[in-house]
């Protein structure tokens, strides 16, 4: 339905989920839910090859940008290609490319609400429940530096850290969640984040998700940026398919030569 959006690139597309994301979900071995949902099948009509990779829920920046690079060396050795990585995921992506070498072969990253200089929320979230998530997530098993890697004094010490690759061309979307898309479950965190950075999706400002050469803003929930369905924006007829914007994300990277 949307292959006419989507130029097909050289080089094969690698999805990266967030905080607490994963690439599909199986209920008795049959998907049940992409991370991305619709927008894989959309690239892939147009003939695109996409990688969408699994990394830990939880754990810091670090550990999941050695997984991605693992997966990227299993799936795709020797190969160049792009990244397209959803929030935390895009963290994931730029500490991969600076620090494990990985710059000679990634073309190009783009960043989808992506909190780049952290999140308030996260801040907020940290001071009044890591009391509670951090013994938790030790007693089930799973790492917690997701939730400290978020935070804006983090990401600050992460900028500093983690310079941009001068080979590798950036990209951003940030979003914006006003109404009519503000529906209850985005009213806390819109509200913490707004008071503190301004416009956002309801998890990260605009601010700090705009990064690299260009930054595009959608209208949209921090999910919705990833084409999960936002029902008040429907309920006002507002909610639409994603799968064209990401063909816009991958017109601009064929334009740019790939």
């Known amino acids: 339905m949307f292959a006419s959006f989507f130029p097909k690139l050289d080089a094969p597309v690698v999805l990266v989920h967030g905080l607490c994301g994963f690439d599909r979900l199986y209920a008795f071995r049959r998907p049940i839910k992409d991370y991305f949902p619709g927008i894989r099948p959309a690239l892939e009509a147009a003939g695109n090859r996409v990688l969408p990779a699994r990394v830990s829920p939880t754990a810091g920046v670090a550990q999941r940008a050695a997984e991605l690079k693992r997966f990227i060396d299993r799936e795709l050795p020797c190969e160049p290609f792009h990244v397209i990585g959803h929030s935390m ?3 994931d992506a730029r500490y991969m490319i600076s620090r494990l070498g990985m710059e000679s072969r990634v073309l190009s990253l783009t960043t989808i609400g992506t909190p780049h200089r952290g999140t308030a929320f996260a801040d907020w979230g ?3 429940f890591a009391c509670v998530i951090v013994p938790f997530l030790r007693l089930v098993g799973m790492p917690h530096e997701a939730f400290i890697d978020l935070r804006t004094d983090s990401c600050r010490r992460f900028n500093e850290d983690v310079p941009d690759s001068p080979g590798v061309r950036y990209f951003a979307v940030a979003g914006v969640c006003e109404k009519p898309w503000l529906g209850p479950e985005w009213r806390l965190p819109y509200g913490i984040v707004n008071r503190a950075e301004g416009r ?11 990064w690299g050469e260009h930054t595009e803003v959608w209208e949209g929930d921090h999910l919705n940026l990833v084409n999960w369905p936002n029902r008040w924006a429907r309920r006002h007829g507002v909610w639409q398919e994603r799968a064209p914007d990401y063909g816009r994300i991958l017109r601009r990277l064929s334009q740019a030569g790939f």
């Open 89 to 91: 995921g895009g963290l």
């Open 126 to 128: 940290w001071r009044r």
């Open 200 to 210: 956002n999706d309801g998890v990260v400002s605009v601010a700090s998700a705009s």
